[in-house]
């Protein structure tokens, strides 16, 4: 089996998470590891480019918006935002 890559989370994904309430914070865990293991086949809602010309997937996981993006070199999923989606 291939080595998951590590999940890597940008400082204000981290402060995001953690001012969240605990069943808030299982269940941004577990679309994180559900990423985590499927990010190769994984179908995002749309892309976007970064200011350094990466491409971005975006993933709508209701009530969340997950942007993240595969750092091959060193197998490392990289979490750049996350955002509450209003309704």
Excluded: C
């Excluded at 993933?59 to 990289?78: C, G, I, M, N």
Aim: aromatic letters at 8%; charged letters at 25%; hydrophobic letters at 45%.
């Amino acid at each position: 089996m291939t080595e998951l890559p590590k999940i890597v989370l940008d400082e204000d994904v981290l402060h995001t998470i953690l001012g969240m309430k605990a069943s808030e914070r299982r269940m941004v865990l577990q679309m994180l590891h559900h990423i985590q293991r499927h990010w190769w086949k994984e179908q995002a809602d749309y892309f976007i480019t970064d200011t350094a010309g990466r491409h971005l997937k975006v993933k709508a996981a209701h009530p969340f918006l997950v942007t993240y993006w595969h750092d091959s070199p060193v197998e490392e999923l990289r979490i750049v935002n996350l955002a509450r989606i209003r309704s």
